[in-house]
C-alpha cells in the first residue's frame, strides 16, 4: 500500500482548485464540501437524504445544494471540470449504478476529472460495522460496475489501491455514521451494538480522544477520451 489517502487523490488529480467548478457526489455530512470550498472551487453537492443536505448546508454554507441521486440529478451537461463520487457508489441502487457513472461522464467539461474512491470489503474499519451492515456484495457490485463503465467507453483510468486511517471517539460515532448513510438501518442497532463495541475495543488503535482504524480503499482517476 502507498502513502495515498483520499484527500491527497482528489488533490493531485484536480490540481489547483480556484474557480474550478466541482461536484461532490453524496455529500454527506459537508467534510468534503468545506475542504473543496477552503481549497478555492465553486462547489455543489448532491445527496439523496434531507438529514444529509441540513448537515452539509451548516458545514458548508457557500455549497449549491440538490437533492437527488446522481442517476437522475439533472445538471446540465459538460458543467463541471471535476466530479468526486468518495464512499457512495456503493450506496446507489445495483440497478442504476451503470446509469450513474453514464450522467456523471456527461456531466464533466471535455478536460474534466471524475474521481471514483471506494472502501473495499476488509480492514479494521469494516469488520466493525459488520455486524450492522454487511456491504461485502454491494461493495464488490460497485467495483464491477466501474470496471464495466471504464471498458464500455474506453476510458483512461488509473487505478490505485491505499489505506485510509479512521479515527472515531466512540462505537457509537461510527454507528451514527452507518445510519446516516442508510436510515433503515437503525432498526438493527440494538441488536448489532454490542458485537460493534467489542469489535471496537479489540481492533482500534488507541490515540488521543478515540481509537484509529484502517480502510482500505480503491480509487479510480478517470479522465475522459478525445
Known amino acids: 500500500m502507498s502513502d495515498l489517502t483520499n ?18 457526489v453524496g455529500c454527506g455530512s459537508g467534510a468534503l464540501l468545506k475542504a473543496l470550498i477552503k481549497r478555492g472551487a465553486k462547489v455543489h453537492g448532491l445527496d439523496p437524504e434531507p438529514s444529509a443536505l441540513e448537515a452539509s448546508r451548516v458545514r458548508a454554507p457557500q455549497a449549491h445544494l440538490r437533492q437527488a441521486g446522481l442517476e437522475d440529478a439533472g445538471f446540465q451537461a459538460h458543467m463541471f471540470d471535476g466530479i468526486v463520487i468518495l464512499n457512495s457508489l456503493h ?3 445495483r440497478e442504476h449504478m451503470g446509469r450513474a457513472l453514464d450522467e456523471a461522464l456527461g456531466m464533466l467539461k471535455p478536460s474534466g476529472v471524475l474521481v471514483v474512491i471506494e472502501p473495499l470489503a476488509r480492514g479494521d474499519h469494516f469488520a466493525v460495522m459488520q ?11 460497485a467495483i464491477s460496475a466501474l470496471h464495466a463503465f471504464v471498458a464500455r467507453h474506453g476510458l483512461n483510468a488509473l487505478e490505485r489501491e491505499h489505506d485510509q486511517a479512521v479515527e472515531l471517539e466512540d462505537v457509537d460515532q461510527l454507528i451514527r455514521k452507518v445510519v446516516a448513510a442508510d436510515p433503515s438501518r437503525s432498526s438493527a442497532v440494538s441488536e448489532a451494538r454490542p458485537a460493534m463495541l467489542g469489535l471496537f475495543d479489540k481492533l482500534g488503535a488507541v490515540v488521543p480522544g478515540g481509537k484509529k482504524f484502517n480502510q482500505p480503499m480503491a480509487s479510480w482517476v478517470i479522465r475522459p477520451l478525445g
Open 7 to 24: 484527500m491527497k487523490i482528489i488533490e493531485e488529480s484536480f490540481g489547483p482548485m480556484e474557480g474550478k467548478i466541482l461536484l461532490d
Open 91 to 93: 450506496h446507489v441502487p
Open 131 to 141: 455486524p450492522l451492515e454487511d456491504e461485502t456484495d454491494i461493495r464488490a457490485d
